[in-house]
């Protein structure tokens, strides 16, 4: 399972598959997240609900909303175990930056042989405490990560993807 961060889907609008010139990019993101080889938990998806723009409203929408939500809840351990990768003495500032990070990697860390965090994000591993970035902190607790690119070659996407379901 791929577990996608906003990042991606915000990138992949803006600069790759605007939902309005590459629908078959949203349906076919939707329906890996049916088939359970996508999914964002709860703490991801409101990065993007939260919006106003035509990704929030695409993810809004019941059907893909229910497709792409991993229903499960963290855990707490696995959150503090990540928190403490970055540093284990964050100030409040430091908490805000890091933001909801550290969520999508616990779940990644659930069952991390079966699970592949994806993000837009690039190694950095001079970056210290906040500024560390999901792979080298992903990295340090042995979650598998890659990129959208690799995402979309692991998983075959193409525009096209509804023929080989004989759709």
């Known amino acids: 399972m791929h577990l996608i961060d906003a990042n991606v889907l915000i990138t992949a609008k803006n600069q790759y598959y605007p939902i309005d010139r590459i629908p078959e990019?949203?349906?076919w993101l939707a329906h890996m997240g049916t088939v359970g080889a996508v999914k964002m938990?709860?703490?991801?998806?409101?990065?993007?609900?939260g919006g106003t723009d035509d990704l929030a409203e695409w993810l809004s929408d019941d059907d893909t909303y229910d497709?792409?939500?991993l229903n499960e809840e963290v855990d707490a351990v696995h959150v503090q175990a990540v928190i403490n990768q970055y540093a284990p003495d964050l100030?409040?500032?430091?908490?805000?930056k890091v933001g909801r990070d550290p969520f999508l990697i616990a779940?990644?860390?659930a069952d991390p042989v079966h699970r592949c965090l994806?993000?837009?994000?690039?190694s950095k591993p001079t970056c210290q405490r906040a500024n560390?970035?999901?792979p080298d902190v992903c990295n340090d607790v042995g979650v598998q990560w890659c990129n959208s690119?690799?995402?979309?070659?692991?998983?075959?996407?193409?525009?096209?993807?509804r023929a080989s379901l004989g759709a």
């Open 25 to 27: 990019f949203w349906s």
């Open 41 to 49: 938990p709860l703490e991801i998806l409101e990065e993007i609900t």
């Open 67 to 69: 497709a792409l939500f």
């Open 91 to 96: 100030n409040d500032a430091e908490l805000i």
């Open 107 to 109: 779940y990644a860390l």
């Open 118 to 122: 994806v993000t837009v994000e690039a």
């Open 132 to 134: 560390r970035r999901i």
């Open 149 to 161: 690119f690799q995402m979309l070659a692991t998983l075959n996407f193409s525009t096209n993807w």
